[in-house]
């Protein structure tokens, strides 16, 4: 009976398999296979995100992922990339990164699921450092992949009389076209604190898009897409804390942040501006991260609709703050870190986390 169902059927029933299952079931026969790859629609959109530990001195060409549905670590070969990656932002279920061995800022999309690997084209204007930020827009008009733009402000760029300035020109990247497109200026005072003191990260809500700075007293520095304007915010308890990230909850901006000696908080924006206290890391799970230490500065969190994740290093552990939606609440868990991988010894390493839906749908840009 199985094998006789039609397409559209096995499909829908594909949609409640979780990737690693699916990726099971496609192999099991050459109808299912077929299945799978006609209807990538049809992979799952409705589980929760996996959290992928991609090694910051990744030689070895390898990443790792964590499946919260049974608890268990996996690891992915990368071998099928030419030069070692770092992620900046992950879009559905692909992960938009940048190749590391050359200063001058190229980005690509990468599923590690399914080996796929494609740049993007080449920016406009030359620069080194920017910050780059992702929207993702409604993409079910555009098949398994969604539609996206890559905003690029700030870096170094080369001078008229030589040399390098501050780039103060804001470029755009949109899927559908494949193309980039300069929309306009920032002021240059916005320009040298995005190329200096500004990580990849960034976070959109509510119709503008936001980065943090990395440099104490934190600020959060926001362009609003509509109206391409830029404006400063300001962030609780700025001058204390020991490591400030940015994400999204809900669809409000959310704020992540732990002072020396004290507690780890979430705050989120409200009207006005404003911040409010909304939870804090449970005492007991941030001793355990902390290793029984009293600071955060080593401290990293990520984000998605769903969850919020601190972790340190590969094998360090992790608190979860995830929503569950059959109780209609967030709930706080810890996860192990990675020490073992079937059977074999995992070592600890310094890692860049990111969560990512997994999904086997090919890379069709």
Known sequence: ??????????????????PDSLARARSACRHWHTCAERYPLAQPQHHQAWFLALP??????????????????????????????????????????????????????????????????????????????VVTLESEQYGPNPHFRVYVAGGMSEAPRGGATYEPKLEVYDSVDDTWHIIGFMPMEYAV??????????????GVLYWMTSARAYTAMGFEIGSNTWRELSVPMADRLEFAALMRRNGSLTLVGGTSGGDACIWE?????????????????????????????????????????????LGSGMVVWRENKEKGKWEWFWVEGCHFIRG?????LPIKGIFLQPNLAPLVF
Request: proline share 6%; net charge positive.
């Open 56 to 133: 910051t001195r990744n030689r070895a060409q390898r990443c790792y992922v964590h499946n919260p549905v049974i608890n268990n670590w996996h690891m992915l070969s990368l071998d099928f990339l030419s030069d070692p990656i770092r992620p900046v932002a992950s879009i559905g279920n692909l992960i938009l990164v940048r190749p590391t061995n050359c200063t001058i800022l190229q980005l690509a999309l990468c599923n590690p699921f399914t080996r796929r690997f494609r740049y993007l084209p080449m920016l406009n204007i030359t620069r080194t450092n920017p910050a780059v930020g």
């Open 344 to 348: 074999k010894q995992v070592h600890n």
């Open 269 to 313: 924006l409200n009207e006005g501006d404003s911040w409010g206290l909304i939870e804090k890391v449970p005492n007991q799970l941030g001793i355990k991260l902390l290793g029984g230490k009293r600071s955060w500065g080593s401290t990293k969190c990520v984000g998605s609709e769903g969850a919020i994740c601190l972790y340190r290093e």
């Open 1 to 18: 009976m199985w094998s006789n169902l039609p397409l559209d059927l096995l499909a829908k029933i594909f949609s409640f398999l979780t």
């Open 193 to 206: 604190r995005l190329t200096v003191w500004t990580p990849n990260e960034s976070v959109h809500s509510n």
